[in-house]
Each structure stands twice: as structure tokens, then as C-alpha cells.
């Protein structure tokens, strides 16, 4: 697939258990930035009334770099004098591109957020998926097309798997 049509589609719902210093409850202004590269950053809209337990429901659609390995998302307050990263989370790429599901399948995935010490502060809940350009999607065959003459083309390459039974034939 070309590094273009990778276009990742990823939903912030919620966070859960948010604290300032690691000790204090969050008591608004929380939003969250994702990050797929040092220049490709994307951030929600700022929660004014969740405090610890934000909700977002706000859909991101973002450019996903073919290198990328992992997605970044911190969570913030906004502060009277400065903004304060609250907890990062790095969610690899592999849990919501490649393997057994298909390119477009949509994840829900939650993360534990760690603070700048590295401690627990929170869990953000997200949803990912990658959508597929027309380009990149594949093309499918219809039945018309396998058929050759009224009847089946069989010119294909036939692979066999030999099967082993445990019954033994008798002989009369």
C-alpha cells in the first residue's frame, strides 16, 4: 500500500481517572492531542465540564505516515497561566493496521495514560480504523467473469493438501 493512501480514522471518546500531580482530580478544561509525527498533530475540542472523566465522542481523521510505528496521543489542561500535559499514551500501530482483520475494521482500544514521572494517570478510550483508498482497495471477480464459454474455466493452478485417515481399506 502507498504511503498516500493511508489515512487513519480515530475517534478520542473518553478518558477515565484523570489527575493533575498525579494526586488531585481534573476539574475541566481537558482535551487531547494525537500525534502521528513530529508534524502531524490533530487535537480535540476542550472538555469544560467532564473533569476527571472527559468525554469527547470526536472523530480525527488523519494522515498516517507509511514509517510510523506507534501514535501518540496526550491528553491536557488547560491551566490559568499554561497548558499541562495530564498523561501520554504510545499506541502501536500493529494493534489496529495489518494482521488477520481487514483494512477498514474499526478497533475500540483503551491505554493507560502514564504522566512525566511514568506513573499511572488515567486511561483514554479510543476508536481507530483505516480507511482504504479506491486505489488500494482490490478488485473482486463476479461470477460472469469465470465462466468461459458457458462453462467453467479450468485452467487455473489447483493446490492439494493430502489428508491422512486413520481407517484402513479392507480387501474382499
Not at 33 to 59: A, I, L, P
Not at 137 to 147: D, G, K, L, N
Amino acid at each position: 500500500m502507498e504511503a498516500a493512501s493511508r489515512v487513519m480514522e480515530i475517534t478520542v471518546i473518553s478518558c477515565e481517572g484523570l489527575r493533575v500531580n498525579s494526586r488531585k482530580p481534573v476539574k475541566k478544561n481537558a482535551y487531547v492531542v494525537v500525534r502521528t509525527d513530529s508534524k502531524n498533530s490533530e487535537m480535540t475540542r476542550v472538555d469544560t465540564e467532564g473533569g476527571s472523566f472527559s468525554t469527547w465522542n470526536q472523530k480525527l481523521v488523519m494522515n498516517l505516515p507509511a514509517q510510523a510505528r506507534f501514535v501518540t496521543v496526550e491528553v491536557h489542561c488547560k491551566g490559568s497561566s499554561a497548558d499541562r500535559v495530564i498523561g501520554t499514551a504510545r499506541v502501536p500501530v500493529s494493534d489496529f493496521s495489518g494482521g488477520l482483520t481487514p483494512e477498514s475494521y474499526l478497533h475500540f482500544l483503551s491505554y493507560r495514560l502514564r504522566d512525566e514521572k511514568g506513573e499511572r494517570n488515567g486511561i483514554v478510550n479510543l476508536s481507530v480504523r483505516m480507511k482504504v483508498s479506491v486505489m488500494a482497495a482490490p478488485q473482486q471477480r463476479t461470477w460472469p467473469e469465470t465462466m468461459v464459454g458457458g462453462g467453467w474455466d479450468c485452467s487455473g493452478v489447483v493446490v492439494g493438501v493430502p489428508v491422512h485417515s486413520s481407517y484402513r481399506t479392507v480387501q474382499v
